[in-house]
């Protein structure tokens, strides 16, 4: 199983990015997939998740903001980041649990400077 993330960078304050995650190993469209980003020193937090069909859900800060999206062919799902604000800094992990566990990409570095 791998989860491969890219597309992060370093833009500024109202700028936009584009992050996906390729992933390998999986029964890909099966499993919700989520967006998750982890502040320099604080706790990890859950961004956008979609499922199998479809269905997403962000958390409060991003709504409007930001879209999740995926491929079940190409076993990609994407993050289209707009608006971004210093406060979305982070490194952003793509990630999707099975029975086995919770598995992670490797994470990308996103950030806004103001």
């Known amino acids: 199983v791998q989860l491969q993330a890219s597309g992060g960078g370093l833009v500024q304050t109202g700028g936009f990015l584009r992050l996906s995650c390729a992933a390998s190993g999986i029964n890909f469209r099966i499993y919700t997939m989520k967006w998750y980003r982890q502040p320099h020193g604080k706790q990890r937090e859950l961004v956008a998740g979609i499922t199998g069909d479809g269905n997403t859900n962000y958390v409060d800060s991003v709504k409007g903001r930001f879209t999740i999206s995926r491929d079940n062919v190409r076993r990609t799902v994407s993050l289209q980041m707009n608006s971004l604000e210093p406060e979305d800094t982070a490194v952003y992990y793509c990630?999707?649990?099975?029975?086995?566990?919770?598995?992670w990409g490797q994470g990308t570095q996103v950030t806004v400077s103001s």
């Open positions: 990630n999707f649990e099975a029975y086995q566990g919770r598995y």
